[in-house]
């Protein structure tokens, strides 16, 4: 399988502990986006990297929240001391280049881990 | 900043039946347009795009055209199967820069046979 893959698929912790989560984007992708779906609500962005380095952070990402790519291939999402209000579907993806002018970069994404906190 | 809006669901449809999904959009300069759909259990798949203006994204008998004058991008399909019962995903992303997608809410869509 060649595909985005998250691992967890599933995490269930208790408010005010600390959680990690993985993404492997495909293997020639140098971007990777991470997003964050709530129930009923389409994805939220919430920061991206190319190759290792982070170049935009949404307002959504808190200083509770850090992201790490650190060879440039898979990515990790630590959120500290969760809140009940961090339960949610964990998104990755990482896109591919193509052609056109300017570039439109189509965006595969993962399955996702979701997120209960209790 | 830029936003997409959707129709709102849970959209009920027989098989066989015209599906229309309406999306429009609010963006600065010349943002794609992509319509995503995410199946029961599953990722976000992506179903069809368009880059500039008057372009028709298909795939899978579903069709969007890229309305830059009603800053619009409906999906439609003639007739659906019950396989298609899925949340369907209007987005858009900027032409340049980071280009992350933003999403509308989502559209549940179910087919009954």
């Known amino acids: 399988d060649t595909g985005v893959s998250q691992d967890p698929r599933h995490k269930i912790t208790k408010r005010g502990q600390n959680v990690t989560f993985r993404c492997d984007p495909i293997?020639?992708?140098?971007?990777l986006y991470w997003y964050r779906q709530t129930l009923g609500q389409g994805p939220e962005f919430l920061t991206y990297f190319q190759n290792e380095a982070q170049l935009e952070k949404s307002r959504l990402l808190s200083d509770r929240f850090s992201a790490e790519r650190p060879k440039g291939s898979f990515s990790t999402l630590e959120i500290q001391r969760t809140e009940q209000g961090d339960s949610a579907m964990y998104l990755c993806?990482?896109?591919?280049?193509?052609?056109?002018?300017?570039?439109?970069?189509?965006?595969?994404f993962g399955p996702g881990t979701r997120l209960t906190v209790t | 900043g830029n936003s997409v809006t959707q129709m709102e669901g849970p959209v009920t449809l027989s098989e066989e039946a015209f599906l229309t999904i309406n999306c429009t959009y609010t963006a600065t300069g010349y943002p794609s347009l992509f319509w995503y759909v995410q199946y029961p259990g599953e990722g976000l798949q992506l179903l069809l795009k368009a880059t500039k203006a008057d372009d028709k994204g298909s795939n899978k008998g579903f069709e969007a055209t890229y309305r830059k004058e009603t800053t619009s991008f409906h999906l439609e399909k003639g007739s659906v199967q019950v396989s298609d019962s899925a949340v369907y995903f209007c987005?858009?992303?900027?032409?340049?820069?980071?280009?992350?997608?933003?999403f509308g809410q989502g559209t549940r869509l179910t087919i009954n046979p």
């Open positions: 993806a990482s896109t591919g280049r193509l052609a056109g002018s300017p570039p439109t970069y189509e965006q595969y």
């Open positions: 987005a858009l992303s900027d032409a340049q820069g980071a280009q992350k997608l933003v």
């Open positions: 293997s020639e992708h140098n971007r």
